[in-house]
């Protein structure tokens, strides 16, 4: 493996295209683009790659945008992990997002998943787990590096401690963790230990999402993070609103670190892209970010693998 294996430029900010069904996501998809979004970040299992790519073809054909300058990521599903079966998946992703190549793939969950038409495949309510080590999965990831389906491979979802074994018998070394990060759950260790072996960090539910598979099964209270005290009154204090100073945070957080929010609305969309391409200011100083690194809960909203799936993965 090549240890100083150069990595990708992504934006600072990613559009997310979960939970929005076919039609909508083509909309805010193009919408997104003419804003100026350049990374889309998809996934098989959100069943709505079809909309994506009409979108993407649309905004290539009116030549708002080139193929080459848009960062089109998607993800392998669960019940994809045979080595045999990963082309297949990618395959399918292409098909659907009429693509001829990904910029980047990347393991959406390090669990396999028995094969079939379900993508939560159950008996009496157990999912069927399927006897595929992830180091043979990469095995086949790489190779679609070999046969240019993707240009970059990474992991979602991976602790230190599978990305640090999954190395030991890689050739491509994945270049992205997209862990759930935000103020509730920093993860500092995982952003650390990730930045220092450079591999970037992709934030998802950077604001704190509007979903929540964890917290309340562990009776923790959740109140948003968007309406947090610190928040609000570092908000005050600039005259900008909540969703600004997260944005500003991790736009703060460092280098090889990078965001994938979701917003149907123009005016969110424009305001995020702004902060986080620094095209509007809003500095935080030391002290700031200190006060909101200090309202870290370990608060995890997408403990999926623990609540639906038996394992508890990040434990
Ligand atoms: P998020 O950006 O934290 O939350 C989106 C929610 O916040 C939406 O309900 C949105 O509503 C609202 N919102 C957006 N901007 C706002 C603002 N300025 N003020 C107030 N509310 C605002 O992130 P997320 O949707 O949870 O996740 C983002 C993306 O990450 C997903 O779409 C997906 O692509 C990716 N993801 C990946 C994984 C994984 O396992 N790898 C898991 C989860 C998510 P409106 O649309 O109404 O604005």
């Not at 193929?67 to 992703?93: A, C, G, Q």
């Not at 038409?117 to 086949?140: F, M």
């Not at 862990?179 to 500092?188: D, K």
Request: net charge neutral.
């Amino acid at each position: 493996m090549d240890p100083n294996q150069p990595l990708p430029k992504i934006p600072k900010i990613g559009l997310g295209t979960w939970k929005m069904d076919d039609n909508k996501v083509y909309e805010v998809v193009l919408k997104a683009i003419k804003l100026g979004y350049r990374y889309i970040d998809c996934a098989w299992e959100y069943e709505n790659e079809i909309g994506v790519g009409k979108a993407i073809k649309e905004a290539i054909d009116k030549n708002i945008v080139k193929r080459e300058d848009l960062f089109i990521l998607t993800k392998l599903w669960n019940t994809y992990h045979r080595p045999d079966l990963v082309e297949v998946n990618i395959k399918d992703s292409l098909k659907k997002l009429n693509l001829t190549y990904i910029d980047l793939y990347l393991i959406h969950w390090p669990l396999a998943f028995k094969p079939g038409d379900d993508p939560y495949p159950r008996i009496d309510g157990h999912i069927q787990y399927d006897k595929v080590p992830l180091s043979a999965t990469w095995k086949s990831m790489e190779n679609l590096v070999q046969k240019n389906l993707t240009k970059y491979i990474g992991v979602s979802n991976f602790p230190s401690i599978l990305l640090h074994d999954l190395i030991q018998s890689a050739n491509i070394k994945p270049v992205v963790n997209q862990i759930e990060s935000h103020l509730y759950l920093q993860q500092n260790d995982l952003i650390n230990w990730c930045q220092k072996n450079n591999i970037i960090i992709q934030a998802y539910s950077p604001l704190g999402g509007n979903y929540d598979y964890g917290c309340t099964v562990k009776n923790k209270k959740f109140e948003h993070p968007l309406k947090n005290e610190k928040v609000t009154e570092l908000a005050k204090k600039k005259n900008c609103s909540n969703s600004d100073i997260i944005f500003a945070w991790h736009k703060q957080r460092g280098n090889n670190y990078c965001i994938v929010s979701k917003s149907e609305n123009d005016e969110r969309l424009k305001r995020a892209l702004d902060i986080m391409e620094g095209n509007v200011d809003i500095n935080l100083t030391e002290e700031e970010m200190n006060l909101l690194s200090n309202e870290d809960k370990n608060l995890r909203l997408n403990d999926a693998a623990k609540v639906f799936w038996e394992i508890p993965s990040f434990e």
